[in-house]
């Protein structure tokens, strides 16, 4: 069944994995660079996955109290300088507004006028400016929790960029949250780092290890920072969300005070959340193949493609009827307690367009041809198999199982990133071994990263630093699941008692 | 039945409409100032109907097939500079990024460093930067429609600023749209700006008159502005929504051409339409009372409250099962095709809560007490209605007409303020009575300021001007309405053939 193929993207995964990254976003029509430094134009097909991303999660927020609200795009900079460590983390990469207007210069063109008296920073998160709302909601014990999101846009000015990975402007969200007690805000951070990692593997279909980071990769700021790691192909590590438990250094910092019970005065207890369109770069690198990307059903803009094959020979209007039909039923089906969603394409553009939805990653193709109508039934490919893996369905069996089907596409999808990401996960003991693991062989693609090695670390900040020297490998993780251990960091041989998740990253 | 009270906000409109403005924000918990000049921040309740707003925009805009995407929130100066008369409409109120980092400066404090080489003005409007992406996508008539939307925040340096209808940073969404022919680009113009209307009138419960603007107040690089405009209780318009025709000004600024199909390279036709958060500004001033805000239910964030009033006397067990069971019914309901959704407020704060309700406009608020429970009925106040027109209802009778009671809210809102408009727009042909009319009197309020006037206009530009000066009062549109009417230039007397729509304005 089926004839041989030549990949879809150029060069493949195994040739060049940076490179087929960049060209398997432009086969995939999800986005491109613009032509501002820096930042990237998401088109209608990755912007559908982000409004699925956003729309899934405010159901999850939504679920635990959390309500949207909207804050300043523009943070003065004495705000930003309230919290040491917090400006100190962000002020390499802080796009900076001076002036309010252009004029007129000395050879007739514009230049910046109107100078501010305060510059503004846009931000690169909110934790600043929403503190200084904080402070004033909150008078006493009873207006805690506070509860709030925010889907904004945020700057961070980064001289390497790579489009949904790092560029300098990206969407997100950002949840910031108030609390009466330390117990409550912590564990508040943790429920939503445990709601990113539900969302990541139920409907991303990307399993992740979850932690907390070390000192040196925390958030500016924070007192602890809770993230979620994914696994990519080339073995390398994606950290897809974060969730800080903030203490108290913001509200010391933005003055957000409450009378207790016993009215006393007290400082309350923060934290915050993000995830960002990081999650698509995320997406492709963990499902991606040869011939585009892979889209997870429950994220995907659209579950169905119908491909109807008109040619001379036969009969234009009977074959769109058929497809409009089916069309039609399909859309009466549930998946996921929502409508299917049904793409039709006309286009009269012969074989091809089979292969536009294949790197667009949509998980079923259905064609539609004269022996399709005749026996009736459809010819379902399948984007979790091969190309050429397709075979005639009986067409009311198939509407019958869509839901179903799409069922089987998520958790195929979901088990063999799974494999990749358990295979590709040790333990060293040794430090040999564990150097080894991570230089690259002579005989080896450049991009292939080794994977995530759990090994012992004493908890110093120096070994951390030496193994980030010499193999620009970092701790990625200090796993909640760890268990007491006795054994010898892997750097300086001292005793410790567990061992944390080492990588590259991106 | 009922007692008397005294207004919930002050001052009333009658007394300081504008400062009557401020406080109903303040009241209602939809907004505040930020400590951001000219920025504002848009709390949970105002957020929730902004998310309305765009749910039901969207499924609008979907439906003709358009498609969100994202582009960069920075345009490089050279960008704005190529369509002349659009850098110069926005020359005077752009914020400017001139520098990428922050260093440590004489004094140790920080200052912006890291200078660019070209500045990045931060969106005023997206036609330049979304120009760039077109003329990359757009290649023959194959790629013709492109029909484009996104929501994304824009920058506008404004002086003098005002929650929601005048501000720095606003909420907005912008279609871009590109076509083959004139025709076809003007028409889409035109079904944008109907979409609007439907929109305002069906859903925001908000009249308005559609028209084109003159040239003096059309939108920088236009060639129409066509534009809805509402009548405030001030009697002052309010400009809620434009759909701009742009010719082929943004496709020779950005060069977009595409290859016809009789292979001749020509310049497409584009169009651009967008609202803005200044809509909620609207809502408010078209139906807000001395009591606070009045939601019509089908933009409303909640429908129903239910306020049990839990006394010392009473079971507070058994009125909130009686109030969980009644939610419940409720939510199992359906209105305009969503489930009825329902707030319960527990608070033990006796009589006062009722008032936080009608203060945020909330349609439906329900009192439950010992005696309704006994009589197996429910206390219901209407927000179209007087603080103390409640009625006691039977319960189950209430569970089966909440939409029928809905929708009478929904026509009795949009009837009142339909009503007001209508009485407050009047013709005038004599000069000295239009001049007469906008001139506030000794007794009348100074915040009044007339109303809507038909009256002919010559179509020059001077006249326009001189009745902007002496009056400031501006032509709001010409409406599409107009008929074919001979009649004399309310400014100059020369002749006219058509009325149009004189106000003063926000």
Known sequence: MGKKYKPAI????????????????????????????????????????????????????????????????????????????????????????????????????????????????????????????????????????????????????????????????????????????????????????????????????????????????????????????????????????????????????????????????????????????????????????DNGIILPPKIAPAHVVLLPIIRKSIDAEKIMSYTNKLAGKLREKLYNNNPVIVEIDKRDIGGTKGWDWIKKGIPLRVEIGQRDMDQNSVFVGRRDMLPNEKKSVNRDEFIAKISQILDEIQNSIFSKANDFKNENTISINKTNMFYDFFTPKNHEKPEIHGGFVLSHWCGSENCEKKIKKDLSVTIRCIPFENKYEKGNCICCNAESTQRVIFAKSY
């Open 10 to 289: 150029s060069p493949t995964r195994e040739e060049d994995y940076s490179k087929w990254y960049q060209e398997v976003i432009k086969a995939s029509d999800l986005a491109e660079h613009s032509s501002v430094r820096g930042c990237m134009v998401i088109k209608p097909w990755g912007y559908s996955i982000w409004e699925n991303i956003m729309d899934i999660l405010n159901k999850m927020f939504k679920s635990t109290g959390v309500k949207n609200a909207y804050f300043p795009l523009f943070i003065p900079l004495s705000f930003m300088e309230k919290e040491a460590e917090h400006v100190e983390g962000f002020a390499k990469e802080c796009a900076v507004v001076t002036h309010h207007k252009l004029e007129k210069g000395k050879n007739n063109n514009l230049v910046p006028a109107g100078p501010l008296t305060e510059p503004l920073i846009i931000r690169p998160t909110s934790e600043t400016i929403i503190g200084e709302s904080f402070s004033k909601w909150i008078k006493s014990y009873r207006d805690l929790p506070v509860l709030i999101n925010q889907w904004a846009n945020v700057v961070r000015w980064e001289m390497r960029t790579r489009i949904f990975l790092r560029t300098s402007e990206f969407l997100w969200q950002e949840g910031h949250t108030a609390h009466e007690t330390k117990e409550e805000a912590k564990e508040r951070a943790r429920m939503m780092l445990d709601i990113y990692k539900k969302f990541a593997e139920e409907y991303l279909a990307i399993p992740v290890s979850s932690g907390v980071k070390s000192i040196s990769e925390k958030f500016p700021g924070a007192v602890d920072t809770l993230c979620i790691e994914a696994m990519m192909q080339d073995k390398k590590a994606l950290q897809a969300g974060t969730s800080h438990f903030l203490g108290q250094n913001f509200a010391k910092s933005s003055n957000i005070r409450f009378t207790t019970k016993k009215e006393v005065e007290e400082l309350a207890w923060t934290t915050s959340w993000g995830v960002s369109t990081r999650l698509i770069g995320g997406l492709i690198m963990t499902h991606g193949d």
